[in-house]
């Protein structure tokens, strides 16, 4: 056995056993070594970008964390932007990075670069192996790192050397399962005290919280309290339609999320961060809470939200209440003529069955997905949680790997999807069961929003090449045969509502450019 | 005017003119500056990549910097990869990577991220404005360090806070053009007395040195002394062709590169880096070069190289000589059947018209490349000088942007060339004259080798599923398309000479899947 075997048998006695991976030169005797282990499932993305955001959405759905595998400094720089997103998820998340040999470093030779300086602002943990004995402690370390609180991005650095010498060292004892932080007894009081004092409360929420059961519980405390509950702008997993609490989310724009809460005099946090502004804005405030807002932090993101909901249940009665109230089955009436997002929304309502996954990187063009889909079939939701866009396709592709026998939809944008649109192949490759919507306006209509609140008027030459993406429009139907995805085009609601239900009726992964 | 305003036109007056640009929320304020000044050429790249990528392949034969616009972390990571590649090709760049307004920082709103630790590797200076007055002389640093000694990478942080304030901050003044080091007389005096001495020496050259002026004063350096001359392995810029000297490069696999220095007593470096391994294996050495070599610095890579030619030319009297030995017009016979890179070459050696820019980033496809093309028309040679792929599409891009009149020939290995296929769009949108060859073996060549080299005989599942590009195959022509590129397939030497010369005659892009 050599390092390499190590790491891998190391990371199986932990129970990772997906690897996906774009690896070099420098990885190559890992590579080797998965190739000796059939237990580990490896899964290529022709970009980094896709390796670490498939990851991401693996480990969102299979609770527990995949491994990546990434060349050297440049190779992981590519798989930052997803994660970030990941990080901001809080997604566990074990990054294997190759790098040179150990005193291969000082001769500086052309891809040598400071790993450690490019992994730290997107990990929680970053190691380095020294040695093939190393690689026991320290990936359990990583895994460790990876599974810690609500989760976490670990980054192990594997010198070439490490991974091909020999070693007699034994594969550690795997990870002892991590134990959440229970409910400070304190902060539950103070929670129920301000529930029961008449004050106009907001229970923010996120992670482990946005599940069927905790949200039920919400709900209790809401209807017992009068409290209002709401999650987080962004949430790496929800879970939500009929039959379940239908939940609102803060909204992205500023005025908006300051509106929402112009009357709240307490907020109660469970992993929740207290909300601020996605950007900066001249003359708009960066919290979106009154000054006077007092804000209870019943749990914090590292804690086990779920005892923290049914402490404040207890706490405040709600556990005596008989039941939630659920959304019923209902979907808004599709209407005609051209495809507009409102219409894409309905036909998913209408049509999306149960148990999908939908993960989410519209933009601006889903932000009304939720009001028309409280009451489609039950479906977890995952969002773009970090504001780094090109997560959604990898994000597809990772959710369908850890649930083959779910259907997957991704909601993304155009703008978003050119970022890491190398994804598709991979849903082809593993014959993936993604329903791929695009919505193809043909720019970054976000921006355009953005343009005009800065007051520059209507864009001149410049910023429209800088934020349209006509001239020539992209083909997304030719793209994504390209990459061996079927796909048709649609522009109006019922061609579009046949095309989704061939597509949902079918298996495998599809793509449907709907032209707005 | 404003910090943004103040940013754009500091540029301007140091003669950066065009700005390749992926720009955000946080940045808006200086599209709309950008907006109101005409006189910057904004072009727009759908991904990171093809953005900072472009930036290497413009000023590499601009020999002036772009400007880049990226937004926050994220949007820096996704470009840092081809920053690493014009990092190690010493191309001069002004990167301004938008953040959040300075006072939003501590909010650790969800697109946060620590931006100085990502571009510090990537970077040769790295500085963040903190008021609108700061832009005009940070700016200026930025571009002093650019264009200081070979060429840099800056890095210039532009928090939104910054961009949007009003400022009556003057212009600064250009910077002064920098001036190089000459060379050292006592490093001139030991180079010629080595070779004078009768020892087996080899002169290993790259950047400025490897322009059609100095090749020519090092050849006949070599016909004087009888030193064999070289060039780097990877160089950013490397002119060639007919009625040019024929420079060889360092081999790439290590045994050929020691083979190449095994008789080599003497190295004499201009501007080049003593050869080392690309990566290290097990048993063999890192340093190309035997024990006993001795090594002359005769010109570090900031030091003027030209003058160091020059010099050394004066120093061994070879300017006393008539001439320089050139390559004439030739190009081999074609031959028939099924594709293969060496048919390729050939094709090229024979079409490729008068000044074009040949990108490489064939990788394994290529490396014949150079003994078939001496005696093809003459051209610029550009290529991946660090190793990190995804360079190819945006580096044709930019050399396009830069050289309207020239034709741009991309080598393409297809794994690298999926990394940043987004940059094909924007050779659509701007017109460029660009023929992209994409040598579609449908694998990662390079990595089969190195997976038998270390071993592990024949590839099983986990690793041909990490190392082939098959199943499904890309479809490069319908993936062109779909990104508005006209593309043809090519499976037989006929068909490809025959579409070569087609898209060689038109003009704009054009992409051949040449299948091997």
Redesign the interface.
């Known amino acids: 056995m050599n390092g390499a075997d190590l790491l891998c048998e190391t990371l199986l006695a932990n129970g990772i056993d997906t690897c996906f991976?774009?690896?070099?030169?420098?990885e190559?005797?890992f590579?080797?070594a998965?190739?000796?282990?059939?237990r580990?499932r490896?899964?290529?993305g022709?970009?980094e970008?896709v390796v670490t955001g498939a990851a991401d959405g693996y480990a969102r759905m299979a609770d527990r964390p995949a491994a990546t595998?990434l060349h050297l400094?440049?190779?992981l720089?590519?798989g930052?932007?997803n994660m970030?997103n990941a990080r901001?998820a809080r997604t566990p998340m074990v990054n294997v990075v190759g790098d040179?040999?150990t005193?291969?470093l000082a001769?500086?030779?052309?891809?040598t670069?400071?790993?450690e300086?490019?992994a730290?602002?997107?990990s929680h943990w970053v190691g380095r192996a020294q040695t093939a004995a190393d690689l026991g402690p320290r990936t359990s370390e990583a895994i460790a790192a990876a599974r810690a609180g609500a989760g976490g991005i670990s980054t192990l650095i594997l010198p070439?050397?490490a991974a091909?010498t020999d070693t007699d060292a034994a594969i550690p004892a795997p990870v002892a399962a991590p134990s959440l932080t229970a409910p400070d007894p304190a902060q539950v009081r103070a929670a129920g005290q301000a529930l029961a004092g008449g004050a106009s409360v907001t229970i923010l929420a996120t992670g482990l919280a946005l599940r069927e059961a905790p949200l039920a519980l919400l709900d209790r405390i809401a209807q017992k309290t009068g409290a209002r509950i709401m999650a987080q702008q962004?949430n790496g997993r929800m879970q939500r339609g009929a039959g379940r609490v239908a939940m609102d989310r803060v909204p992205y724009v500023v005025d908006q999320a300051v509106a929402t809460f112009a009357a709240t005099e307490t907020v109660i946090l469970v992993g929740a961060?207290a909300p601020?502004?996605?950007?900066?804005y001249?003359g708009k405030p960066?919290?979106m809470l009154p000054e006077t807002c007092r804000v209870i932090p019943l749990a914090g993101p590292d804690d086990d939200l779920v005892a923290a909901v049914e402490a404040l249940a207890d706490e405040t009665g709600a556990r005596a209440l008989p039941q939630a109230r659920v959304s019923a089955r209902a979907a808004p009436e599709l209407p005609q003529g051209a495809l507009t997002p409102d219409a894409i929304a309905i036909s998913l309502a209408q049509l999306m069955p149960d148990n999908a996954i939908v993960c989410d990187e519209s933009v601006s063009s889903g932000r009304d997905f939720f009001r028309t889909t409280h009451g489609a079939a039950p479906h977890d939701f995952l969002q773009l949680?970090?504001?780094?866009i090109?997560a959604g396709i990898p994000m597809t592709t990772g959710a369908a790997i850890a649930c083959p026998d779910r259907k997957v939809i991704g909601l993304q944008a155009d703008?978003s999807g050119?970022?890491t649109?190398?994804g598709l192949?991979t849903q082809?490759?593993e014959r993936l069961d993604v329903v791929t919507i695009v919505f193809a306006n043909r720019r970054y209509q976000?921006?355009h929003g953005?343009?005009a609140?800065?007051g520059?008027g209507q864009?001149?030459?410049?910023?429209r090449?800088?934020?349209d993406?006509d001239?020539?429009?992209?083909?997304?139907?030719?793209?994504?045969?390209?990459?061996?995805v079927e796909a048709a085009r649609a522009d109006t609601v019922a061609a579009f509502h046949d095309i989704l239900r061939g597509a949902l009726a079918g298996r495998g992964p599809f793509l449907i450019e709907a032209v707005l």
Chains 1, 2 share one sequence.
């Open positions: 991976a774009n690896p070099g030169t420098s190559m005797h590579v080797a998965l190739d000796r282990q059939p580990m490896c899964v290529l022709l970009f970008g595998l400094g440049p190779g720089a590519n930052l932007a970030h901001r040179h040999a005193y291969h001769l500086d030779a052309p891809l670069s400071d790993i300086s490019l730290r602002p997107m070439a050397d091909w962004a961060k601020v502004g996605f950007f900066a001249p960066g919290s949680t970090g504001g780094a090109g703008g050119m970022y649109v190398q192949w082809a490759r976000i921006l953005e343009l609140n800065v520059a864009p001149g030459e410049n910023a090449r800088m934020l993406l001239d020539p429009a992209l083909d997304w139907v030719g793209i994504a045969r390209g990459m061996g």
